[in-house]
């Protein structure tokens, strides 16, 4: 499985971004797939999890009701979009797929990464 993220940038808090991860795979509908974040200074974070048929989303409680996570797995894409962004979602994003075909909010069910896009939020 290889994943690219794309879609980071530079936005002002309150604004919106939507970030893209296209993901190679045998069989797409095998695997959960999820977002982390890294802030600067700080460990990688849970964001938002998807299970295999896009029915089933989880998200850190800092991200609910502003984050949606979705998954078209006619394209093999998984999205992020962001709204109401705030300084504190400033961090790099990382897309993962997972072992499992569930949502899931733990990293170690996650085994493959893509290369991270970063998000800067201005105040």
């Known amino acids: 499985v290889q994943l690219q993220a794309s879609g980071g940038g530079l936005v002002e808090a309150g604004g919106s971004l939507n970030l893209s991860c296209a993901v190679s795979?045998?069989?797409?509908?095998?695997?959960?797939l999820g977002w982390f974040r890294q802030a600067p200074g700080k460990g990688r974070e849970f964001v938002a999890g998807?299970?295999?048929?896009?029915?089933?989303?989880i998200y850190a409680d800092s991200v609910r009701g502003r984050f949606t996570i979705s998954r078209d797995n006619t394209k093999n894409t998984v999205n992020l979009q962001m709204n109401s962004l705030e300084p504190e979602d400033t961090a790099v994003y990382y897309c993962?797929?997972?072992?499992?075909?569930?949502?899931?909010?733990?990293?170690?069910?996650?085994?493959?990464w893509g290369q991270g896009t970063l998000v800067t939020v201005s105040s």
């Open positions: 998807i299970n295999w048929s896009g029915s089933s989303t």
């Open positions: 795979a045998r069989t797409f509908t095998n695997y959960g």
């Open positions: 993962a797929s997972s072992i499992m075909t569930i949502a899931q909010g733990t990293e170690e069910y996650y085994n493959e």
